[in-house]
């Protein structure tokens, strides 16, 4: 499981630096501020998983369970927070209205406590 774990961090943190420089650089010049902050929101929040995933596959503080659970979580919590975002920020330059993914992302927020929770809980047991 770690390495699935590990992997996927790495993965996450790849993207999370690409679509990084890609706002930088590339929607920098066709984004509003506002639009250009929000896909920024996405990409800093994508790295704090992949950091954190990081964490979870490389420590021997939480179960195997847990760290299968936080995962899945922070996998699933990423794709539809930042996801949503990357979404949303971008629509008026694709010509799309995705007002409707609105809800998807404190779903996806959600999931990210969630995974955050449940580290949270396997420390506090593993002391006790």
Do not use: C
């Amino acid at each position: 499981m770690e390495k699935k774990v590990i992997a996927t961090a790495a993965v996450l943190g790849l993207t999370a630096i690409i679509l990084g420089a890609f706002g930088a650089h590339a929607l920098k010049k066709v984004l509003t501020v506002e639009e250009l902050v929000t896909f920024e929101t996405g990409v800093r929040y994508q790295v704090y998983h992949a950091l954190f995933l990081l964490f979870v596959g490389t420590t021997a503080l939480v179960t195997d369970k847990a760290k299968k659970t936080m995962f899945w979580l922070t996998t699933a919590g990423v794709i539809l927070f930042s996801g949503s975002i990357y979404l949303l920020a971008t629509d008026r330059l694709m010509g799309i209205e995705l007002k409707v993914l609105g809800p998807i992302t404190p779903i996806g927020g959600f999931l990210l406590i969630m995974a955050w929770g449940v580290l949270f809980l396997n420390i506090i047991r593993k002391n006790a």
